[in-house]
C-alpha cells in the first residue's frame, strides 16, 4: 500500500537554506532522525517508526545511490565533483515512501531494486564524500521534511540535515554483526554474482548452492566492504559519520530485532507530547 499524503520529490538545486537560520521551528509535526553506519538495519527501523507513528519515511540513502547509478549509466568519474555536480542539476529523484521502505524513481524510472547492487552501493558511497554534492542533497532533503511527520534515515539527519531534529536515534552494530545480517539478508543470486569462485550451472537460472567454505568467504567480503564503507563515512571531511551530540546511541549488537524496535518506539515516545505518540 502506498502512503499517499505526500509525494516527496528532489529536483533541481536552488540556494541551500537552512531550517535553524530562520529562527524557531515552525514543523506542526516532529522529525525522527535515524543515523548510523551501514547495515545497522536502519531502514528496518525507520519503515517500523514510520507506521506506528503514522509518518512517512524517507530513506536518504536512496538519493544518493540513485545519483551514482546515473553517474555509472553516463560513465562519470565518482572523483570528480564539477562533473557530477552538472548530472545533479540534470536529474530528478524521487522518493516514494511506502510501508516497506521507499520506492526510487530516477529521471521517472523506477531504479528501486537495481540501486541496491554492489557497483551502485559503492559508488554511491564514493560520490558521498563531495561536499557541494552533499549540500545539493541536504538541501532537497530538508524540502522533504520540512513539514514534519517524517522519520528520515541516513548518515548526517541528526547532525547536517535536521539538526533540530525533535528525536535522534544513532543506530549502530559492530561490524561483524552488521555483516553478518547483510550476508544473510542477500539472496543466493546476489551472493552469487559477488562471488567469482561459486560454481554457475549453465542450464538452470539459479546458481548452485555455495559450499560452507564460500559461503564463508562471501560473508568476509560482505564485512570487508562494509568497513570498508565505514571508513569512508566516518572519515569525509564533510559531514562525517558521527553521532549527533543529543542522539541516543542505540547498540543492537547483543540485540533482537523486536528488541531494537521496541526501544527505539520508547525512545520516540519519551520525546515526543503524547498527543504525537
Ligand atoms: O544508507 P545507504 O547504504 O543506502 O547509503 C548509501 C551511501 O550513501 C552510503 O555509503 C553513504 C551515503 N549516504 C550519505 O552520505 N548520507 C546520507 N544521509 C545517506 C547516505
Same mark, same amino acid.
Given at each position: 500500500?502506498?502512503? !499517499?499524503? +505526500? ?6 538545486? %536552488? ?14 509535526? $516532529? ?34 545511490? /540513485? ?13 570528480? %565533483? ?8 540534470? !536529474?530528478?529523484?524521487?522518493?516514494? $515512501? ?18 541496491? @547492487?554492489? *557497483?551502485?552501493?559503492? #559508488? ?28 528520515? @534515515?541516513?548518515?548526517?539527519?541528526? !547532525? ?11 543506530? *549502530? ?9 547483510? =550476508?544473510?539478508?542477500?539472496?543466493? @543470486? ?20 555455495? !559450499?560452507?567454505?564460500? +559461503? ?13 564503507? *565505514? =571508513?569512508?563515512?566516518?572519515?569525509? #571531511?564533510?559531514?562525517?559519520? +558521527?553521532?549527533? /551530540? ?17 526501544? /527505539?518506539? %520508547? ?11
Amino acid at each position: 500500500m502506498t502512503q !499517499t499524503k +505526500q509525494t516527496p520529490e528532489a529536483r533541481t538545486p %536552488e540556494a541551500p537554506k537552512h531550517p535553524v537560520a530562520n529562527g524557531p521551528k515552525k514543523r506542526q509535526r $516532529p522529525v525522527i532522525a535515524i543515523d548510523g553506519p551501514a547495515g545497522a538495519g536502519k531502514s528496518t527501523l525507520a519503515a517500523h517508526l514510520a507506521r506506528r507513528f503514522g509518518f512517512l519515511n524517507l530513506e536518504t540513502g536512496a538519493m544518493y545511490r /540513485a545519483l551514482a547509478l546515473k553517474a555509472i549509466e553516463n560513465d562519470y568519474a565518482f572523483d570528480e %565533483e564539477a562533473p557530477l555536480m552538472d548530472l545533479a542539476a540534470r !536529474t530528478r529523484i524521487t522518493l516514494q $515512501p511506502q510501508l516497506e521502505g521507499n520506492r526510487v524513481l530516477l529521471d521517472t524510472i523506477d531504479v528501486s531494486r537495481r540501486i541496491r @547492487e554492489a *557497483d551502485v552501493t559503492s #559508488a554511491a558511497s564514493k560520490i558521498s564524500i563531495h561536499p557541494r554534492l552533499r549540500a545539493w542533497m541536504v538541501q532537497q532533503q530538508r524540502a522533504l521534511g520540512e513539514a514534519g511527520g517524517v522519520v528520515m @534515515e541516513g548518515r548526517d539527519i541528526g !547532525t547536517a540535515v535536521f539538526p533540530d531534529a525533535e528525536v535522534k536515534i544513532f543506530l *549502530d552494530a559492530a561490524p561483524e554483526v552488521r555483516g553478518n545480517r547483510r =550476508y544473510r539478508q542477500a539472496t543466493p @543470486e546476489s551472493i552469487a554474482a559477488n562471488n567469482p569462485n561459486a560454481p554457475q550451472n549453465a542450464d538452470r537460472q539459479a546458481p548452485d548452492p555455495l !559450499t560452507a567454505e564460500q +559461503q564463508r568467504l562471501a560473508e568476509q567480503a560482505v564485512i570487508r566492504e562494509l568497513k570498508e564503507r *565505514d =571508513y569512508r563515512d566516518r572519515h569525509r #571531511a564533510e559531514s562525517p559519520l +558521527q553521532p549527533a /551530540a543529543d542522539a541516543v546511541i542505540l547498540d543492537s549488537t547483543a540485540m533482537t530485532l523486536d528488541e531494537v524496535l521496541a526501544r /527505539a518506539e %520508547e525512545i520516540v515516545r519519551s520525546h515526543l507530547p503524547r498527543e504525537a505518540s
